[in-house]
């Protein structure tokens, strides 16, 4: 009999549920190890929750030298978007991404740490270190964090201070283009009940764009980063505080312009021609109180208490070409404060359900300029003196908060089926005042005053969730949920103006919410006997009120327009091979089409609009995999870890331009260790072996350029040490 035993935490059901937890070998028996999540003392086997997922294990993330949230894309089905800089925009789940920048409106995808939020623009990418696990989520989520995602959520756990003695680890690594990395952590006990863990990184790393302009180096990076963590652990519970800060300093993103055919200026991938340099530099901190208490047997609550800061510098020549079109800057900072409660409860063995309460607040500020030189090789004689030499800012400072409640039910209809009801409610507000020196080029406005906006949503977001075990060995679902992102404020322009000049009405010109309903329908389970495990899913979402920015010159512009329907396949595999040889491997289709788009959004010039076009970042197909091999010798362990990835070709813009357009792109991965019983080891690693030259993305519209170059073929070694 399949009895739903309750986890007094909802997210360690999501992470049993995966098919696939990168990277797990073949136990001794040549078999796949059962992966078991424990969560306060109870625990849950894979592939009995009903949640699409891919989780990572701490160990692969460090193997694969994953160092942040966007190299997880590559390696997930249903995730496309890598771009090397600290922007969430380009994160495309299922096809839905962020389709307006600015600090007016939200992310579409969720980025948690510990349970906390993280979604603003250089706060949200910070380094990987000393990691548990991370899950990445897809499909509406309104139910497992205190803040709602529409498109998905990546979601990291960091390792806890454990009782169990004095652990930890360090490594140190070289490689080609001046790589230069360091990671460790320390784990002492204090007390019986009390222990300590503290853990670090920095990286290093030279350019490898050549810059025709002044010949230096473009894309280097200078990264550190440290965690500091407490945790006590009593007979009614535990609580876990830390604190963590990363000082990041990067090049923003590298643009290359595009000639009239299409072509890039410089004929190289590698090689720029900028006149205005890129830098991406934040220092973000954050501190997390975790707490969780036993009441009694069947009632437990948790608490998670978040702060954050950031300053984030960034700068980009988003025209990528000398003729000092665009030189683009952003200084920006910001402050999150939120709070979560939860209460779960085991009413019954055939009934459990829980609910909770959040509250955020966030205040936000940002200084955007952009500046021009000689541009008469792009106006002309005649317009350029009216675009040369300009600077334009635009000063916003933002006061958002919110709460939400929501719960969820699970009932036992029968030995093999049980139900799963939930909803979400959730209020947002938002205030932002904004001051603009536009002179037509970027913003179309000038403002003499502050002009300001204040506006907030509502929104009830269901959830219902088919379960049914049709052996021991597959299980089955289907859910629909719908999804919900805040409306917000378009703080490029203003809603009354004369001959560019904001009137004394003039407010901020707002944009509603956008909503997605989501269908799905699933399977996971295993075959040969334990060696194979699998999931597959299928999906299907309407899409309404998509938020999506209009930029040209002279206009910027966020507006809600039209529908989007998306249907895709996903599929998650893991086998072991034999008893030394095991392998994963994830796939995914995807297909959108936009409806209802407004003549103005995306013109062709036969005159027609855009509708039955493809979103931005929606590859059809993506595919990624790897093989693992492990053979144990008299001293220690040989393995061997080879991964790839391949993305279907993709436009970066729902006009679908071939100038926006970006070839379909392989990258190969490869790494051998020597792992000896002294608890040493020493790695030898090349990345992009195949040395694939591609683009993160691009644009066709009155700028065209392509941006985000991929790094080269990069080897190094790694010594590592565990204690």
Not at 73 to 86: F, Q, V
Not at 123 to 142: C, M, N, W, Y
Not at 217 to 226: K, N, P
Not at 638 to 666: M, T
Request: glycine share 10%.
């Amino acid at each position: 009999m399949k009895v739903i035993t309750y986890r007094k935490s909802i997210l360690a059901l999501a992470i049993a549920a995966s098919p696939v937890v990168l990277t797990v070998n073949a136990a001794a028996d040549g078999l796949l190890e059962e992966i078991v999540v424990t969560a306060q003392k109870s625990a849950q086997p894979l592939d009995e929750v009903p949640i699409a997922l891919t989780a990572f294990t701490g160990d692969f993330i460090k193997e694969a030298k994953l160092t942040d949230i966007k190299k997880l894309i590559s390696l997930t089905p249903g995730l496309a978007g890598l771009s090397p800089d600290s922007f969430l925009d380009t994160i495309s789940v299922r096809g839905v991404s962020t389709n307006a920048f600015g600090i007016g409106g939200d992310s579409s995808i969720g980025i948690y740490k510990d349970g906390v939020y993280f979604g603003r623009n250089g706060a949200a990418v910070t380094s990987f270190f000393d990691i548990e696990r991370v899950e990445v989520l897809k499909g509406p989520q309104g139910l497992l964090f205190g803040r709602n995602a529409t498109s998905g959520a990546i979601s990291t756990i960091t390792q806890k201070p454990s009782l169990d003695g004095v652990s930890g680890y360090a490594n140190v690594g070289v490689g080609e283009h001046g790589r230069q990395q360091a990671e460790f952590a320390y784990n002492q006990p204090l007390s019986d009940t009390w222990a300590m863990r503290i853990a670090g990184v920095t990286s290093e790393e030279d350019g490898f764009v050549k810059n025709l302009y002044n010949g230096e180096d473009m894309g280097a990076h200078d990264r550190t980063a440290l965690r500091i963590s407490v945790r006590n652990e009593a007979d009614w519970g535990d609580v876990t505080i830390s604190a963590e800060h990363e000082d990041r300093k990067q090049y923003g993103s590298i643009y290359i312009a595009k000639d009239a055919i299409g072509n890039l200026i410089t004929g190289d991938n590698r090689v720029a021609y900028s006149d205005f340099p890129g830098k991406d530099d934040a220092e973000v901190s954050s501190v997390n109180v975790t707490a969780n208490i036993d009441l009694n047997d069947k009632l437990s609550l948790t608490s998670i208490t978040g702060y954050a800061k950031h300053d984030w510098l960034y700068q980009e020549d988003w025209d990528g070409s000398p003729i000092g079109l665009a030189g683009y800057a952003q200084e920006q900072s910001g402050k999150y404060y939120s709070q979560e409660v939860r209460l779960s409860v085991d009413a019954s063995e055939n009934l459990n359900w829980y609910v909770g309460a959040s509250a955020y607040k966030e205040d936000v500020s940002a200084m955007l300029s952009n500046q021009t030189g000689d541009t008469e090789a792009y106006f002309g004689p005649y317009y350029a003196p009216y675009f040369n030499d300009i600077t334009e800012t635009n000063d916003t400072h933002g006061d958002y908060s919110g709460w939400a409640v929501y719960g969820d039910m699970t009932y036992q209809l029968t030995e093999k089926m049980d139900v799963s009801v939930g909803a979400r409610y959730t209020v947002d507000k938002k205030e932002a005042e904004t001051t603009i020196m536009g002179q037509g080029f970027v913003w179309p406005v000038y403002t003499p005053v502050p002009v300001k906006g204040t506006k907030d949503w509502k929104d009830l977001s269901p959830r219902v969730t088919l379960r049914y075990f049709a052996s021991d060995d597959l299980m089955v679902f289907g859910s629909v949920s719908s999804g919900y992102k805040a409306g917000g404020f378009g703080t490029d322009n203003v809603t009354a103006s004369s001959d560019g000049i904001a009137l004394p009405s003039a407010e901020l010109d707002p944009f509603d919410p956008e909503t997605i309903l989501s269908y799905e329908v699933g399977a996971k389970g295993g075959l040969a006997g334990g060696r194979i495990k699998y999931g597959i899913s299928a999906y299907s979402y309407q899409y309404e009120d998509l938020q999506t920015v209009i930029v040209e010159v002279g206009k910027a512009l966020v507006e809600n327009i039209g529908e989007v329907d998306g249907t895709g396949i996903e599929l998650d595999l893991r086998a072991a091979v034999n008893d030394n040889w095991s392998l994963f491997m994830g796939a995914a289709w995807s297909d959108t089409d936009a409806r209802g788009i407004p003549l103005e959004v995306c013109a062709e010039l036969s005159g027609a609009n855009c509708a039955g076009n493809r979103l931005g970042y929606n590859p059809e197909w993506t595919v990624s995999g790897g093989i693992n091999g492990l053979y144990s010798l008299e001293g220690g362990d040989i393995i061997a870890a080879l991964s790839f990835s391949w993305q279907d070709d993709f436009f970066s813009e729902l006009s679908n331009s071939d100038f926006g357009a970006i070839e379909s792109a392989s990258f190969v991965n490869l790494r051998t260790s020597w792992n000896s019983k002294q608890n040493w080891s020493l790695s030898l690693y090349a990345e992009n072996i195949l040395d694939e030259e591609s683009f993160a993305g691009g644009d066709g519209g009155a700028i065209p350029y392509s941006f985000g170059p991929a790094l080269p073929r990069t080897a190094g070694v790694e010594f590592g040490f565990t204690f």
